[in-house]
């Protein structure tokens, strides 16, 4: 599995990309093999100003959905409306393609309470 070590990760299986205070956010190698084929992606909170592990839309593989947990609190600019027509980017390509949302970042800091890559390694080994 693949645990990049330039991102930040949720004990729920998100990851995190800070440029600033803007951050890139997407679900982890380990969440898209555990999920399996994943056949679509819901999320409208685009616009919306949410707290820190906030439901801000789901991901639907063939035998499930599993909801996506905000890491940080801040408000979501973007959507990848590229999953709409090509969910299995996340499979595929979960940390570049396969990206869900973009947002503006309440507080930076936070995102660096957030574990490392070895840290996300050891839970999910």
């Given at each position: 599995?693949?645990?990049?070590?330039?991102?930040?990760?949720t004990?729920?299986?998100?990851?995190?990309?800070?440029?600033?205070?803007?951050?890139?956010?997407?679900?982890?190698?380990?969440?898209q093999?555990?999920?399996?084929?994943?056949?679509y992606?819901?999320?409208?909170?685009?616009?919306q100003?949410?707290?820190?592990?906030?439901?801000?839309?789901?991901?639907?593989?063939?035998?499930?959905?599993?909801?996506?947990?905000?890491?940080?609190?801040?408000?979501?600019?973007?959507?990848?409306?590229?999953?709409?027509?090509?969910?299995?980017?996340?499979?595929?390509?979960?940390?570049?393609?396969?990206?869900?949302?973009?947002?503006?970042?309440?507080?930076?800091?936070?995102?660096?309470?957030?574990?490392?890559?070895?840290?996300?390694?050891?839970?999910?080994?």
């Amino acid at each position: 599995m693949n645990f990049p070590s330039n991102l930040r990760y949720t004990k729920d299986h998100e990851w995190i990309q800070l440029d600033g205070n803007v951050a890139t956010i997407g679900i982890t190698d380990f969440a898209q093999r555990e999920l399996g084929d994943i056949v679509y992606v819901d999320i409208n909170t685009a616009g919306q100003s949410l707290e820190a592990e906030t439901v801000f839309g789901t991901v639907e593989a063939v035998k499930t959905v599993s909801d996506l947990f905000l890491p940080v609190a801040g408000t979501i600019t973007e959507v990848n409306s590229a999953l709409n027509d090509k969910p299995e980017s996340v499979n595929n390509d979960p940390y570049g393609e396969g990206w869900m949302i973009k947002m503006t970042v309440n507080n930076p800091a936070d995102v660096e309470a957030l574990m490392d890559a070895a840290a996300y390694q050891a839970s999910v080994e």
